[in-house]
Each structure stands twice: as C-alpha cells, then as structure tokens.
C-alpha cells in the first residue's frame, strides 16, 4: 500500500522561509513523477512544482519560480519543498502527489495516482 505523508507546514510572516516534506512509503514503490499542488479556500488546487523520480525533469509554477525549490532526498525517501520569500497569496492547503507512469502532463491534478492528506501553510502580512 502506497502512502504520502506530508509534514513541515505552519504560520508564518510574509518573507519567511519554510520547508515542507512528503515521505513516501509503499513496498517496491517508485513513481514516475511526484508534484507538489497547494489549494487556497475557494480555489480549485493547482501545481506547485513537479519532480521527476530521477530527478530529471523539474517544473514549477510562474508564481513560484525563483522562490520554490522541489527535490527528491534519497536517503530519506522524500521530496521536498523549500520556500522562500514567502508571500500571503502562498497561504492554503499544501498536497503532494504520486503518478506512477510516464506522462507529459504533470501539471494536472487527474494524473496522479496518489495523494497525501494535506498540510497547511499559512503566510500572515
């Protein structure tokens, strides 16, 4: 059985930095992709950042670029989300997601196949 466990988020001040993880468990499992997505209340959830399981291939949202940085930790079986200059529109519910086979279409929500339970970050002005 495949489970994403998210951890790191919290309140924090326009400007801070803060560094989320998902822990990845699930015998013999190795995605093909993992994306981080962020649903603010009222919005519909939307991409974040997305890493290939290689590490090859690693994309971000334009309001992020530059600020976020999504990677994969071997040793500890996770991906990561370091953000920095944190601004209150980064406030929401943050997810990170699974997709087990290839696609070009990382960026969407419905090609994941696994998602963990959320953690919330909220960024005060």
């Known amino acids: 059985q495949v489970q994403l466990v998210e951890s790191g988020g919290g309140l924090v001040q326009a400007g801070d930095s803060l560094g989320l993880s998902c822990a990845v468990s699930?015998?013999?499992?190795?995605?093909?992709?993992m994306g981080w997505f962020r649903q603010a209340p009222g919005k519909e959830r939307g991409l974040v950042a997305h890493?290939?399981?290689?590490?090859?291939?690693?994309a971000y949202a334009d309001s992020v670029k530059g600020r976020f940085t999504i990677s994969r930790v071997n040793a500890k079986n996770t991906v990561d989300l370091q953000m920095s200059s944190l601004k209150p529109e980064d406030t929401g519910v943050y997810y990170c997601?699974?997709?087990?086979?290839?696609?070009?279409?990382?960026?969407?929500?419905?090609?994941?196949?696994?998602w963990g339970q959320g953690t919330q970050v909220t960024v005060s002005s």
């Open positions: 699930g015998r013999t499992f190795s995605p093909y992709a």
């Open positions: 890493i290939t399981w290689s590490g090859g291939r690693i």
């Open positions: 997601a699974a997709r087990r086979t290839l696609t070009t279409r990382l960026e969407l929500t419905s090609v994941y196949d696994y």
